[in-house]
């Protein structure tokens, strides 16, 4: 069995005081009423791993109220290793440790990863571009630490280039070098997108085509600097978005921003050829949700050689029959499951069997 979590302690982390719990290898499932903190357990499951959490939260909302600070830690075991993590918030910080040395929230993801499915996930396919483009980046930041880095630099320097598009009369010698940090930037960024991009969706075609029977699934990265870029170098790409940046210039201008770049792509499904934003029914857009968290558990096993620890909070009352039992088979296969639910009603019996049980309650 590969790295997973042992125990995970919680000391003035949101709702609890002091809490300590112990995670099966297969499936823990924490069942409870509403506002327990089943999903406060989560977010700090997916912050010792992850790095980051869905919440986006300000460390000071982590605090339990009127605490000056908090502790969470994992234990992680396998293959004869022991691995301690922590992450301490106070005031406006936080800070991560690896075995009690010092560490970058970066440095968590390399020893384990976590692909987090929430019913927000469901509208995935319905919803604005950004969500699309953020489950990408944040599956590429915590597979791989120069991704990370590469988004934060070029999201950086886009919000400088539109911060001189706004100013009166900005100063297009700076604008010019603007333009040549955003084109290599963005360039760098999307080759890693679309690497990325193209081995979740081998996986993906596979994992849905086992989900639903019979029908096939499409994606394409949509990018707004045109068509077909997965055949074109890094620099390449450069010399495009650069020419692109010229010829959108003065709408830019008017506009203030800047309306082309990786910043403004998309992700499209078609289902047996035809859009599944407008012709998808609700189930299908499900599915491809749940394909693309299964393609993204495959490909963290590619990526660090390691099984990710799957978080599934509140979906399991979601999905139909057809869909939990696609996510029972999957969950079966071995992969450590952390899933929360108010009601064990919604779990197969032969999920219960094998699951470990705990309550959490105030
Ligand atoms: N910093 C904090 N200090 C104290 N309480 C907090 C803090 N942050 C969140 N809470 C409380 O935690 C509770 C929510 O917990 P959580 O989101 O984990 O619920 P849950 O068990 O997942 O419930 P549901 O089943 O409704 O999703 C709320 O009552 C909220 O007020």
């Known amino acids: 069995m590969g790295l997973h979590v042992k125990t995970l302690g919680m000391r003035d982390w949101r709702n609890f005081g002091e809490k300590s719990i112990d995670f099966a290898d297969g499936m823990t499932i924490l069942a409870g009423r509403n506002a327990v903190g089943k999903t406060n357990t989560v977010e700090a499951l997916q912050m010792l791993t992850a790095g980051v959490t869905f919440r986006k939260a300000k460390p000071s909302q982590q605090v339990r109220e009127d605490c000056a600070a908090a502790k969470i830690s994992a234990r992680l075991e396998g293959d004869g290793r022991v691995i301690d993590v922590s992450c301490e918030v106070e005031g406006k910080r936080r800070r991560f440790f690896k075995n009690g040395k010092k560490c970058s929230s970066q440095d968590l993801p390399e020893t384990l990863m ?8 469901l509208s995935f396919v ?3 571009a950004s969500y699309r483009r953020d489950e990408l980046d944040s599956f590429g930041r915590q597979a791989n630490r120069g991704y990370a880095k ?35 930037g963005g360039a760098t960024l999307l080759a890693a997108r679309l690497r990325l991009f193209d081995r979740l969706r081998h996986y993906l075609r596979d994992i849905y085509r086992e989900i639903a029977t019979g ?16 055949a074109r170098t890094r620099d390449e790409l450069c010399d495009l978005f650069a020419r692109k940046l010229e010829e959108g210039r003065q709408d830019d201008l008017r506009r203030q921003q800047t309306l082309v770049g990786p910043q403004r ?3 499209a499904f078609t289902i047996d050829g035809r859009d599944a934003r407008a012709y998808g029914s609700q189930g299908q857009q499900r599915s491809i949700v749940l394909a693309w968290k299964m393609a993204e ?6 990526v660090v050689g390691e099984q990710p620890l799957l978080l599934l909070d509140d979906v399991m009352s979601e999905l139909d ?4 039992d696609a996510m029972t088979r999957f969950v079966q296969s071995g992969i450590q499951t952390v899933v929360t639910t108010t009601n064990l009603g919604y779990f197969p019996e032969e999920l219960l069997l094998d699951a470990k049980v705990v309550r959490i309650d105030e």
């Open 114 to 121: 976590s692909v987090l499915f929430n019913p927000d996930d």
């Open 126 to 128: 319905k919803r604005g």
């Open 321 to 324: 029959e057809d869909r939990r």
């Open 215 to 230: 029908e096939e699934l499409d994606c394409r990265y949509v990018s707004s600097l045109g068509e077909d870029l997965g």
């Open 297 to 302: 558990v495959r490909l963290s096993q590619e």
């Open 150 to 184: 590469v988004l934060s630099a070029y999201l950086r320097s886009v919000e400088q280039r539109n911060r001189l598009l706004k100013e009166d009369y900005p100063d297009l010698a700076l604008l010019d070098a603007w333009d040549a940090s955003v084109s290599l």
């Open 265 to 267: 792509d998309d992700i």
